[in-house]
């Protein structure tokens, strides 16, 4: 009996949000679903990216609704953090459950 | 390594990272010598409250002028406020039974002097939790050592011979204190100062991506 697992698994990869599916934006998300939110210089001295690199996928996160920019102040310190959106939260917790399903069904 | 893991890894190196400065355990030091200042003292026992409610301010002031412009500035979600209570308790109530215990195979459980005198055992297994805390949010090998000296002190301090003969006045719990205090600011004193060589203050301190 023929086994379509990982024709299945192929096809959830399709389903894959290509937005996140792109390593420094996940690592981006990754870091904001764990933090309340976090400025520039933290993202780019965890994330290991370039100013350049962290800013525009910074912005293609921000145009998509994934992130947010709040500012706010710290001891009188006019801090920019990032935040994850709700969308931004959900559109992660999807693509970690198609992409572990599809892993999952592809490697049966 | 599973996803889960991997955000749990995540949030440990922000607390690192957040807490590599030192200045919690400098934080921590100040405290200990108001407690060294005001134990067994009701005349000086404002000086907790001036103490609980300074330091917090004083902490943040002391990381937005040198942490936050070096490593970044990250907020970290609040702990479960339930849970984070019942492992308070839970710990409050550990240290007096371990107390009590240890009080009764000296056979001196009911005596009032000797608790006084295991006070620096009560103290030191109370605040060690404190660092125990901190140390498995971050995993900093140092809070986890602060951690152990803070329980073990005080436990030394608290056996009979060992600490000050003066009794009745909490002196061996002030002396369990200003040890404390010390370490604590030399540890976190040490690692402020290797904090800041390591870090040079960024261009991008509250820059944004634009």
Known sequence: MPNDAPLDGLQRLSELDRLLHEPARLQI????????????????????????????????????????????????????????????????????ETILEALDALGN | ???????????????????????????????????????????????????????????????????????????????????LGRGMAAWVVGAFLAVAVALALFGVVTDHLAWRRAAPALAGILFGGGFLYLAQRSGLKRVYALAAASALSGCLLAWPGIGPRVEGAYANLR????????????????????????????????????
């Open chain 1, 29 to 96: 998300i990754a870091h904001l679903v764990v933090l309340e939110g976090a400025d520039f210089l933290f993202l780019l001295r965890q994330t290991g990216l370039t100013k350049g690199n962290l800013s525009s996928h910074v912005r293609k996160l921000e145009e998509a609704g994934y992130v947010e920019v709040e500012k706010k102040f710290v001891d009188r310190h006019p801090v920019t953090t990032y935040k994850l959106t709700d969308r931004g939260r959900e559109a992660f917790t999807t693509y970690r």
């Open chain 2, 175 to 210: 002396v369990w204190a200003i040890v404390m205090a010390l370490l604590c600011l030399a540890v976190g004193g040490l690692a402020f100062r290797r904090f800041v060589r390591e870090n040079p203050i960024s261009e991008e301190w509250s820059s944004d991506a634009e």
């Open chain 2, 1 to 83: 390594m599973t996803k889960r893991n991997g955000l749990e890894r995540i949030r440990r190196n922000a607390h690192r990272e957040l807490h590599r400065d030192g200045l919690t355990e400098v934080t921590a030091g100040i405290f200990l010598f108001i407690v060294a200042l005001a134990a067994g003292r009701p005349a000086f026992y404002w000086t907790y409250l001036v103490g609980l409610v300074m330091l917090g301010p004083g902490l943040t002031r002391l990381r937005s002028r040198y942490t936050y412009p070096r490593i970044g500035f990250a907020e970290v979600p609040p702990e479960d406020r339930k849970r």
